[in-house]
Structures are given as C-alpha cells and as structure tokens.
C-alpha cells in the first residue's frame, strides 16, 4: 500500500531524515515511535509531500508519488491529520464535515457523515454546535473524520493521542481499532507507546532520523534495550 524507501529530508541545509525505510501492508495500523524530534512529523510530511524528500522514493498504491504536490498526493487517496487541530472554527461540527466531502473512490471506505457520527459519539452529540465550542480532544476527532470524508485509502494520523484528556485518549483508541476493522490502513506517529500498542499493528522506531526498529510489539518486548535507548517512555 506505501512504500517508504531510503528517503533523505532536509530544512533548508538540516537534515532530519537520513535514508528512512518502511513500508505498510493494505489494513495494517503502523505506529511510528520516538522521542522529541526523532523526526516522525518530518516522515509523515514527506509522504504527503509537504516537505518533499531531497533523495528516495516514497510508492503508494504502486505508483512513485515522490515529489507530487500535497494536494494530488491527498486526491490519490492519501488522507493526513496534522499534529494541530485545523478545523473551522466559526462552523458547526456538522459543516465542518461537510467542508471534507469528497466523491466515494475505489478501494476505499465510503463515510458517511452517519457512520463518522457512530465512530465518534461525541461529535454527533455536538453536530450543532461551532468548532470553537468543542474540547481539544473533540476538535481532533474532529479533524479526523473530517479527513474521512474524503474517503481516503490510507490515513496519516500525527501524534492522535497527545494533549488530549485520558477519556478521550480511550475513545481515541477504540476509533482507530474501528478504523482497522473497517479495512483502512493507518500511520500513526506516537509518543505514547501504550495507546501505539493499543491500536497498532507493528512498531517503527525512529531515532535521529534513522529507523531504528521495525516489528512487532511483542518483539519490541523482547528487547527492553532498544526502548531504553530509543524511547522516553514506560
Ligand atoms: P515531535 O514529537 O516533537 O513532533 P518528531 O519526532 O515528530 O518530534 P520532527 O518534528 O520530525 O520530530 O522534527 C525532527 C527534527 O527536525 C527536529 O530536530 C526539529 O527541530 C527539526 N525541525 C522540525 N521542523 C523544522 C522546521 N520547520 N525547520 C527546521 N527544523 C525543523
């Protein structure tokens, strides 16, 4: 489904991603871990092309998107819900889902905004109400199944679990795993290994911009070294 192959990023003359590799498997949940600055956003831009990678090659769906602009690589079917919550917020919950909606497109999940509000209950108790009213975790639910409307076959999801209240986080967790059943394939950047391992399927440790580990979370429980060295966290 991706493909992420020896990929080099830069800010102007830093580099942040040095030769970063992995790939997803159509209806896998990936969890891409690491500390501060590891440079997981900057992974996740690059697929979306936002800071495009100066070297590598980044497949999706078999076709080498390096390079295209953010916008065709989202209309190819790439949905991506940045760190900061971007909603409307002079709208209501139900307008800002309807801002999201695309045409169904093959081989993707067609949303509607009745299953969104099943996925997320909170929202359709609130579809009235502005963006502005809502919780930091409703407004990243939000953002989310406002990226669902356009009907994408794989989802970039960053940081989905942070600075949100505990309750949420849960709620959070259950509508990734409901994501999964639903046949789609997420990347998800973390910092908080037990919601990764909650909902994800496979571990890629980033550390200084190089992939450190790539498996299982049972593997990773084999090798208490590697989190040690690699992630901040429990
Ligand atoms: P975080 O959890 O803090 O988001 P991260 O693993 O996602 O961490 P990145 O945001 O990808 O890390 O950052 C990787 C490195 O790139 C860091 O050293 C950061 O300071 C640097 N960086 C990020 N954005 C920029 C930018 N716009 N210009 C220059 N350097 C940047």
Redesign the pocket.
């Known amino acids: 489904m991706l493909e992420v192959a020896d990929i080099a990023t830069f800010?102007?003359r830093?580099q942040?991603l040095d030769g970063v590799s992995f790939s997803v498997a159509p209806g896998e949940v990936v969890a891409l871990l690491?500390?501060?600055?590891?440079?997981?956003?900057?992974?996740l831009k690059s697929i979306i092309g936002l800071v495009p990678p100066r070297a590598g090659r980044v497949t999706f769906r078999g076709q080498d998107i390096t390079g295209w602009p953010s916008y065709r690589i989202a209309r190819a079917g790439l949905g991506y819900v940045p760190?900061e919550r971007r909603i409307f917020t002079q709208l209501t919950v139900a307008e800002n889902l309807e801002v999201g909606r695309q045409p169904p497109r093959e081989g993707a999940v067609g949303w509607s905004e009745d299953a969104l509000f099943e996925l997320f209950p909170n929202l359709a108790e609130r579809r009235g109400n502005l963006g502005k009213a809502l919780s930091g975790g409703e407004q990243q639910m939000l953002t989310i199944a406002r990226t669902l409307m356009g009907n994408p076959a794989l989802v970039l999801l960053d940081?989905p679990s942070e600075g949100i209240a505990p309750v949420i986080v849960a709620q959070m967790a259950r509508a990734v795993r409901r994501l999964k059943a639903e046949g789609l394939t997420v990347v998800l950047?973390e910092?908080n290994l037990a919601f990764a391992r909650a909902v994800a399927d496979r571990a890629v440790i980033?550390d200084h911009?190089r992939v450190r580990f790539d498996d299982s979370f049972a593997a990773l429980d084999a090798r208490p070294e590697v989190r040690d060295a690699h992630l901040s966290v429990s």
Do not use: D, F, I, P
């Not at 690491?34 to 900057?42: C, F, M």
């Open positions: 800010y102007g830093a942040v690491g500390r501060n600055g590891a440079g997981k956003t900057t992974t760190e940081e950047s910092q980033l911009g």
